[in-house]
């Protein structure tokens, strides 16, 4: 199966900086990568799939890039809302799989 | 507004069985491939089955965690997906999520909408 690999576990930011996450998968996905976003007690959401397409709703401050192996979710400018765990999941290939998270923490 | 809502989780011994169940709302249900996640508490996210849209026998596909143990199905006369559980072992125990597959007759595999969850946990 395809591993994801997230980096970093854990990402102190202040309101208002902006936020690099990064994804990186075991073998090529293409463009097939999603981004989701989980709060304390919820399900995810989805943010962004094709690896660059904002989900319906999604603030624009949220941005996904990358293709192939390497891809990055960036937060422009981080509000108090978007402190959460983010998640990345590959859907090219069987099992569809996630990467461990991403904590984004108050600084 | 789409809705999913999931019910069935409860304690159950190693080795019991238990039946799933997620009802659908506001939304075409009968158009969409629907899947079965789980995530064990503080843990990352595990997709562990598939149903397509018109639900035949020859289109479920399983993670290899839960093959031969795990059966998806659905009734779409009654906008309702479920999962059926055998033989559980402690390692089963999570938040189970229902969602709904982003694409319209195919299989997307990825996710934009999601039950609350659904709390099984496996214990003696």
């Known amino acids: 199966e395809i591993v994801m690999t997230q980096s970093p576990a854990t990402l102190s930011v202040s309101p208002g900086q902006r936020a690099s996450l990064s994804c990186k998968a075991s073998q090529s996905v293409s463009g097939n990568l999603a981004w989701y976003q989980q709060k304390p007690g919820q399900p995810p959401r989805l943010l962004i799939y094709?690896?660059?397409t904002r989900a319906p709703a999604i603030p624009a401050r949220f941005s996904g890039s990358g293709s192939g192996t390497e891809f990055t979710l960036t937060i422009s400018s981080l509000q108090s809302e978007d402190f959460a765990v983010y998640f990345c999941q590959q859907y090219v290939d069987w099992p569809r799989t996630f990467g461990q998270g991403t904590k984004v923490e108050l600084k | 507004e789409v809705q999913l809502v999931e019910s069935g989780g409860t304690v159950v011994q190693p080795g019991g069985s238990l039946r799933l169940s997620c009802v659908a709302s506001g939304f075409a249900f009968e158009h969409h491939t629907m899947h079965w996640l789980r995530q064990a508490p503080g843990k990352g996210l595990e997709w562990i089955s598939l149903?397509?849209?018109?639900?035949?026998?020859?289109?479920?596909h399983y993670a290899d965690s839960v093959t031969g143990r795990f059966t998806i199905s659905r009734d779409n006369s009654k906008n309702s997906l479920y999962l059926h559980m055998h033989s559980l072992r402690i390692e089963d125990t999570a938040f189970y999520y229902c969602a709904k597959d982003f694409t319209v007759y195919s299989i997307g595999g990825y996710f934009d909408s999601w039950g609350q969850g659904s709390l099984v946990t496996v214990s003696s």
């Open positions: 094709g690896a660059s």
């Open positions: 149903i397509t849209w018109n639900g035949d026998a020859d289109t479920t």
